[in-house]
């Protein structure tokens, strides 16, 4: 199993050198006078020693051991309850609560950073503590002043843990129909009753009591969508004090059996006549689940960047040290009976794949998560606006593209070990098994792109792609005269003009056929995912350009990005041409099939 090391030099240059942390937390009135540099790193390195030595060993063994029901009872894997307690201790939890409700106040994009470590070390592990932060984010946004006051501190200390409970065995990602239905009582409560399915840590041995956000339906509630509240439904109830008091009428009745993530508890989940509290609103759930929604989709799209960058450190490693076959070109280690494989274009060709994606992927995960704080800690409402339209376009884009792409990347390190890389003792088949439920939950890849053709571009006429793409061609414009950027401006300028004609012309074959936009819409999200990393990748050249001209005495690093950066220009931005294409063909091939006609 590839042992994990904390990638802090890349981290640091995408956080400080690309996206200028420190002046990024400096016009944030909550951050300028408490977060520096050195904070910064100081939590990287304890957090990447916390991954190296304490997640990543038990990594594979909790894959192999899973986790066991018993009546209703879930224990997670040996090593996982004692991994959370120092979890705890090191204050992990509430770094990014803010003080007022028990917290350290610390951004949550630093929050960001530490999960991307975690998941690369142990994403089933990660899972449990990752979704108690989406808990804690609608209770501080949603929750009365008694509800913060009850539930906030032990979730804050990680004392307890969250979850989400939203999809029902008939409904998927189709909320609107879901069943589960909550009772008014006297006494201001409510009693849910109902059963929900895929609840991620939904139960476990590693916290005293489990605060479940439960979706649900008040009596005459309309239907669909407008017709759904959001619920607290803790595991045992809890007095007014916030003390845990009798086991309240919720119950694991199963646990999945998975492809993958199996030291995670993914759980079924019966609430009968279970007491909750409404959040909220009545009717108004799915608006307050959003805040946990959106939080968790970011969180998937950093399982993308840990998938690509977990299978790279292996294959990595592996391919410097196999020997087989010479170099076409010549022998390159002459001395031995083969050359090291990474002499090979094939696998060069895999291991830059999986690069581009991982250093890529991190710097747009770490941008979306800059736009979240300003959303969070603005000065205005103007910036705090402009970054919510920001992180609405990008964030499916994140989550669909990069957990596709960290699925490839996952797919190449089985394909660099060959026939070892099928061997569970390896770990390489483990990352394919664990990265690809990230392509499905918080919404498919097919649902992430349906959101960002059909809602979020032609849903704002166009409004919110045009800030990103003018956001782009003011960066190609202030770089123009730089001949050495000329290699990368020239195709993203190409492409940024391609995108607003492409929306345009998709746009008006959806007036005449509104299927259109299902057609075109994964195609297009590629097509987006593609070009925004260009975008990026453009701007980390540049940087690294800028540190060589000034003589850094980095230039191993430093060259790496600008080659790494060529590569994806040369071997990966084309592959927008085939999209491209493809929407050009339209509906009516997928189409022309009537349904009883598919046949085997």
């Known amino acids: 199993m590839p042992q994990y090391k904390a990638p802090l030099r890349d981290m640091q240059f995408v956080m400080h050198e690309l996206l200028n942390a420190e002046q990024h937390y400096a016009k944030l009135p909550a951050f300028q006078e408490n977060v520096s540099r050195e904070l910064v790193d100081q939590y990287l390195e304890a957090a990447a020693d916390f991954c190296e030595n304490e997640l990543s060993p038990i990594n594979q063994s909790g894959d192999s051991e899973g986790c066991t029901w018993n009546d209703g009872v879930v224990t997670t894997p040996t090593g996982f309850k004692e991994a959370y307690q120092k979890y705890i201790e090191l204050g992990f939890p509430s770094l990014a609560v803010p003080e007022a409700h028990g917290g350290q106040g610390l951004p949550g994009s630093l929050g960001t950073t530490i999960s991307e470590m975690v998941g690369t070390a142990n994403w089933s592990w990660g899972m449990y503590p990752g979704l108690s932060h989406g808990a804690i984010r609608t ?346 950027m000329t290699e990368f401006l020239e195709p993203l300028t190409a492409l940024n003009k391609e995108w607003g004609d492409l929306t345009m012309q998709i746009g008006m074959r959806a007036m005449q056929n509104p299927d259109e936009v299902g057609a075109a819409a994964v195609d297009y999200m590629y097509f987006s995912g593609y070009v925004t990393l260009a975008y990026l990748w453009a701007r980390m050249a540049l940087v690294a350009q800028e540190a060589l001209a000034a003589g850094s005495s980095e230039v191993d690093f430093y060259n790496a990005k600008v080659i790494t950066a060529r590569f994806y220009f040369k071997k990966i931005l084309p592959r927008v041409r085939s999209h491209v294409d493809v929407i050009a063909s339209g509906v009516d091939t997928l189409l022309a099939l009537d349904a009883e006609h598919f046949a085997f």
Not at 226 to 242: D, M, Q, R, Y
């Open 139 to 484: 209770v501080e946004h949603h929750g009365s002043e008694e509800q913060k006051a009850v539930y906030l501190p032990k979730l804050v200390t990680g004392e307890w843990t969250g979850t989400m409970c939203l999809t029902e065995s008939h409904a998927g990602s189709d909320l609107g129909i879901i069943r589960s239905k909550a009772e008014p009582n006297a006494d201001g409560s409510y009693s849910i009753t109902g059963e929900k399915i895929f609840i991620s840590a939904g139960e476990h041995d590693m916290a005293e009591n489990i605060v479940h956000i439960v979706l649900a339906r008040l009596p005459g509630a309309p239907k669909g969508t407008k017709g759904i509240s959001l619920f607290i439904v803790p595991k045992f109830n809890v007095t007014a004090e916030g003390e845990v008091a009798d086991r309240n009428a919720v119950r694991c009745n199963s646990i999945e059996h998975k492809m993958g993530i199996h030291g995670n508890a993914t759980c079924v989940i019966n609430f009968d006549n279970a007491k909750g509290f409404l959040i909220g609103a009545e009717n108004r759930g799915l608006n307050c689940m959003f805040t946990f929604m959106n939080t968790a989709r970011i969180g998937t799209a950093v399982q993308g960047v840990a998938a690509s960058e977990g299978s790279f450190q292996g294959a990595l490693a592996y391919a410097k040290d196999r020997l087989a076959m010479r170099s076409l070109s010549g022998a390159k280690a002459p001395e031995k009976d083969a050359d090291p494989i990474i002499v090979h274009p094939a696998v060069r060709n895999m291991l830059l794949t999986q690069k581009s994606f991982a250093e890529g992927g991190r710097a747009l995960v770490y941008l979306l998560s800059q736009y979240a704080d300003i959303v969070e800690q603005g000065a205005t409402e103007e910036e705090r606006k402009a970054a919510d339209n920001m992180l609405s376009l990008l964030t499916p884009i994140a989550k669909a593209f990069l957990t596709e792409t960290g699925s490839e990347a996952a797919k190449h390190g089985v394909q660099v070990f060959g026939g070892h890389g099928f061997i569970s003792e390896y770990g390489m088949e483990q990352i394919v098994r664990d990265t690809r439920i990230a392509c499905i939950y918080e919404g498919t890849t097919e649902i992430q792109a349906l959101d960002l053709l059909g809602r979020k571009v032609l849903g704002t006429q166009g409004a919110m792609l045009k800030d990103f793409t003018k956001m782009i061609h003011k960066f190609a414009e202030a770089n123009k005269d730089n001949a050495a």
